[in-house]
Each structure stands twice: as structure tokens, then as C-alpha cells.
């Protein structure tokens, strides 16, 4: 049985690949002894929510790029929107990178720790003559902006005095102000080609209680006015972000320059887009907020925990986010790379056992009632230090409905009237008859075995061409078993038609319950979190959450095959 334990950080199994654009920066500013050699990287996530999959891309690069150069990266949580975040996703973030196999160096940080710093930074940047307070509601500043292809207008406040701004902003953080009533905005231009520099809003006015902080303040940064700062005072080397925020690295650069402080380099990356995946944190929200999901952990979403709630390894996900590699160009990735990811590491480390999820009982009407034999089976092919177990035989057994047609198509090789064919780990059976209920349903197979044929080769040499597995009656243990498929049916979610809803693209048959599954007694001592290949089935996980003693809960992690390849080939 396999548990979720976090691994080494220093003994990832990462994909070997040539350096990336950012570790080639990397070693570059070592050879040249810029920062004196140092690298310092920090992951800074916003605690308004949990993580999914492509925080995970970034974890990993900027944990990763610490340990190769024997550098340090920091947790940092982004909470500068008191409204929005919550103690409980910290904790659920913290869990995730643990989990992931990464340690942050030294202890947790906030942007709330240096919100004294920055103000006092604000006020040094007044001073300058280069912040003012602005009155302007939001609707007339994103007026007053202009547009990407026209300059914008300077607000009617932008030269107030230094004494007047000094004076409204100690106002504003004593609370004199209603929400939305006055900003602090850096003067930079007005007319510049990139919006973001046109006079960008470092603090605004929130009369709202903040998780750590309380309410001792009422006035909150923004995050392009914290992002740069808090990176300085950490002593960050290189500052590694998603794409979108290229066009805010010159504001970042402004910042930084204009306090003469200690320099980081942003460096942006593209960000991971996965087919038939929703990557928005707002659109996950909704998906939660609107009881569409069964919370943050439910198995078909991206996040972290629903990841691994769902069955998946961190050394799956981490040599996935190797595999995809880094790059400045925005693409889509298959989650068909993903899923065979998953794949290989469970076929080395997942114990295989027998399920059968749709059962028909089976009658072995020549087999001696009442004796049960133990049948030898490998745990693992892919490792023989897995060793054996004994599984119990006996004169009633359960099949899988999918194994067995009573009127079967031509070059249909399992179970039907008159064929024989052969039990994994047992004997030949041949079926005779067909029990069924009112309802004109299956319910019963009346069977003989071959008592000659329990190597799996009958002595006169005959041939079977279907192998099945099975499960024995004597023994089986119930259980719920959720069959997950992919949360959207649309391959890339991002092509939403504009004012489309893209809830419209959600999976109708993302899960299916199935309930009185019949699985093989040796599960009997399964755990929340164990991982198992049921033969011929695919990977499942016993599910952390709703399984109790006695009332095992099993979610599909993967198939064994990439299921949704033979749709994209019909397609």
C-alpha cells in the first residue's frame, strides 16, 4: 500500500532536460557574481483560495531553482485583500507545498509583516513629490486613464502639495475616509504606452478586518505596490512570475528605482494551460460558491488537494511540471501528459488487486460447497520485492458485467453462454446458464470449473482467449467506488465564446457512483490515502475524506489508458 509522505526535496526524480531560459539567467548572473553568487526565489501565493495545478508548475520552479543552486526560497502569502483571504487557505497552502516535497527556508512571511515598512516607504516617495493622494472615484480614474491607444489626462489632484498629500494620507490610514473616497497613486506619466504606468494606485481604502492584522489598518497596498518592495526587503535575487505580469515589470522596476533599494529581477514565464481544465481561481470559486463541486478537495477539480484526494502522487506532479519545461510562450498542454505521468509512477509503486465494480455472482456448480482454497497472486509485476498474497477461491465468485454478454458479437473473447474462458490467478470456467430476475436483468451465472487447469493451462492444451478477473464471495468486501472523468468537455477553456457562460461546458457524467462494488478481501486493511491498480480497471485511491471503517470509499485516480484519446481520434 502506498501512503501520501513527502519526499526529500534533494531526491526528486525529476525528467532530465537541458537548462531552462530562467536557470540559464540564473547561471548566468552567477558567472558574473551578481548578488555575490546568491539565489534567493520566494512563491507567493494570495490566500484567497486553494492551489491547483498550476501553482504547482510554479512551486516547483521556484523551490526547484533554490535546491540546484544551493540557494533559498521563501513562502510568502500576497495578503494585501482582507476581504478575500482566510487562515484556512494559508494552512491549506502550507499543506500543499509540504505535500509537493518542498520546505520554504526560514519562517512563514507575510506582506502584512512589512505593511509598516511600506507605508513608511509611501511616505518617502511623498516626499519626492513623486505619490499623491487622489480623490477620483474608480469609474472617473479609469476614465482619466485613457486607453492603450491614447494618452491618458492628469488627475485635478496630482499637484497637490507635498505638505497637503503627507497630511491626507495620515488621514486616510486613521480612518478619517470612507471606502473608495481617496487613493495614493504614484506619479509617473499619464501618457505612457504602458497603462500600467499611468499614475497606478498604491493604496486604497478598506474599512474591512484582516487575518492577522486585524484592524489596526484601514488602509491596504496594492500588490503591484507590495509585490516589488516585499522582494527587497527579503533579499530576493530573481522574482519569477507568470507572463501576464510582464507589462508590470517597468512598474516594478519604477518602484524599486525610485526608493534606491536593494534590486531584485522579475522574470516571467508562461503560465500552465491544461485542456478540459479550468485555471482561474475566480471560476473555481464559483464552482465551490455555487455547490457545482463538492468544495475545494472534490477529486474532479485542479487543485492541489482535489489532486491529491483523487489519487495522484507528488512525485507524479512534480515530474510532470518537469516534463512540460519553462518557457516565455503561452501554450496548451494535454492532460493526457498529465494523466500518463500519473501512470507510470503508480504502475511502479501501486499494489494490484481485483475489484469488480459491476458484479454478477458467479455459481461454480462442480466445485465442493463450502471449501475455500487460497490462490497465489503478485502485488506488483513492476517490483518483485512487492512479493505475493493468498486470495480465497470458492464455489461462489463475482464477476464484472462488462465480462459477460449473453449474446456477444463476433470476436467477443470473455464470458458468454457455452465459452469457457480463464480466471486471473485461477482456473477455466465455462458457463451454462443464465439466471435473471423479473426485470429480464442478469443476476446469476451457473458455471463448472476445470480442476485440472489451476496454473492457467489445462492438460490437454487447449486454449482459452479470455482472461477475467473475479472476486470470491467469501471474503469480498463492499464498497463505494467513484468513477471521475474530466470536469469540462470543452478542450480548451479559454475558447469560451465572449459572453458565453462557461459553466455551460461542464461534464454532465464527471462522476458516477457506483455502489455495492465487490472488492478482494485483502483491501480489508485499506487506509485513506492508499493507492492501488484494480487489474484490469485502473488506478484508484481510498478516499481521505469519506471513508470510514467498514465503509471503504475508492475514487478512480486515472485509467489505465488515456480514455480520452479514442474520443479525440473519432473527433
Not at 502485488?379 to 465480462?403: C, K, M
Not at 451454462?432 to 436483468?441: D, I, P, T, Y
Request: charged share 30%; proline share 6%; glycine share 8%.
Amino acid at each position: 500500500m502506498t501512503s501520501d509522505h513527502s519526499a526529500d526535496a534533494a531526491s526528486h526524480p525529476e525528467v532530465a532536460k537541458p537548462l531552462d531560459f530562467i536557470r540559464q539567467i540564473v547561471e548566468a548572473d552567477r558567472a558574473a557574481g551578481k548578488h555575490a553568487g546568491r539565489v534567493h526565489t520566494r512563491f507567493p501565493p494570495e490566500p484567497n483560495g486553494y492551489l491547483h495545478i498550476g501553482h504547482a508548475k510554479s512551486i516547483c520552479l521556484n523551490f526547484g531553482i533554490a535546491r540546484d543552486y544551493n540557494g533559498k526560497c521563501n513562502l510568502r502569502f500576497d495578503d494585501t485583500n482582507p476581504e478575500t483571504e482566510e487562515t484556512e487557505y494559508v494552512e491549506a497552502i502550507k499543506e500543499d507545498v509540504r505535500w509537493l516535497g518542498f520546505q520554504w527556508d526560514g519562517e512563514v512571511k507575510f506582506a502584512s509583516d512589512i505593511f509598516p515598512t511600506l507605508y513608511e516607504y509611501a511616505i518617502r516617495l511623498i516626499k519626492a513629490g513623486k505619490a499623491y493622494v487622489c480623490d477620483l472615484t474608480a469609474e472617473e480614474t479609469g476614465a482619466y486613464r485613457g486607453k492603450w491607444n491614447e494618452p491618458g489626462r492628469n488627475s485635478p489632484y496630482r499637484d497637490r502639495s507635498v505638505e497637503e498629500n503627507l497630511d491626507l494620507f495620515e488621514r486616510m490610514k486613521n480612518g478619517e475616509f470612507k471606502n473608495g473616497e481617496k487613493t495614493l497613486r504614484a506619479k509617473i506619466d499619464m501618457a505612457s504606452p504602458n497603462m500600467n504606468l499611468r499614475d497606478p494606485a498604491m493604496y486604497r481604502i478598506r474599512h474591512a478586518a484582516h487575518h492577522r492584522t486585524g484592524n489596526k489598518w484601514c488602509i491596504y497596498p496594492t500588490y503591484d505596490w507590495t509585490h516589488g518592495q516585499n522582494d527587497s526587503v527579503e533579499g530576493i535575487t530573481h522574482s519569477i512570475c507568470t507572463l501576464e505580469f510582464e507589462q508590470h515589470r517597468p512598474l516594478y522596476d519604477w518602484c524599486i528605482e525610485n526608493l534606491g533599494i536593494h534590486h531584485p529581477q522579475q522574470i516571467e514565464f508562461a503560465r500552465l494551460n491544461l485542456t478540459h481544465t479550468v485555471m482561474s481561481k475566480r471560476r473555481l470559486l464559483e464552482l465551490v460558491r455555487g455547490g457545482l463541486v463538492d468544495g475545494w478537495d472534490d477529486p474532479r477539480m485542479p487543485t492541489i488537494c482535489g489532486l491529491r484526494r483523487r489519487g495522484y502522487t507528488p512525485e507524479s506532479l512534480r515530474n510532470f511540471c518537469a516534463r512540460i519545461g519553462v518557457t516565455k510562450a503561452n501554450s496548451l498542454t494535454d492532460l493526457g501528459v498529465l494523466e500518463q505521468e500519473v501512470r507510470e509512477h503508480l504502475n511502479a509503486v501501486a499494489p494490484r488487486v481485483m475489484a469488480v465494480l459491476r458484479p454478477i455472482k458467479v455459481v461454480l456448480e462442480n466445485y465442493p460447497a463450502g471449501q475455500v482454497e487460497l490462490r497465489e497472486a503478485v502485488n506488483n509485476p513492476e517490483d518483485p520485492a512487492a512479493g505475493v498474497r493468498q486470495i480465497p477461491f470458492g464455489r461462489e465468485l463475482y464477476i464484472d458485467a462488462e465480462d459477460f454478454m449473453e449474446h456477444p458479437p463476433k470476436g467477443y473473447f470473455r464470458l458468454f453462454p457455452g465459452n469457457e474462458v480463464r480466471l486471473r490467478y485461477g482456473y477455466f470456467i465455462k458457463c451454462h446458464e443464465v439466471v435473471k430476475n423479473e426485470a429480464g436483468e442478469v443476476t446469476e451465472l451457473r458455471c463448472t470449473y476445470d480442476p485440472e487447469s489451476s496454473g492457467g493451462q489445462a492438460p490437454d492444451g487447449r486454449k482459452v482467449k479470455g482472461t477475467i478477473h473475479w472476486v470470491a464471495a467469501n471474503g469480498a468486501i463492499d464498497a463505494e467506488v467513484r468513477m471521475y472523468d474530466v470536469l469540462l468537455t470543452r478542450e480548451n477553456p479559454g475558447d469560451t465564446p465572449e459572453g458565453a457562460d462557461w459553466k455551460a461546458d461542464l461534464n454532465p457524467h464527471s462522476l458516477e457512483v457506483l455502489r455495492g462494488c465487490k472488492l478482494e478481501s485483502s483491501l480489508a486493511d485499506a487506509r485513506p490515502g492508499d493507492r492501488f491498480q484494480f487489474e484490469r480497471t485502473g488506478y484508484f485511491c481510498v478516499d481521505s475524506k469519506d471513508s470510514q471503517p467498514g465503509q471503504l470509499v475508492f475514487n478512480r485516480t486515472v485509467t489505465l489508458k488515456d480514455s480520452w484519446a479514442k474520443e479525440k481520434k473519432k473527433a
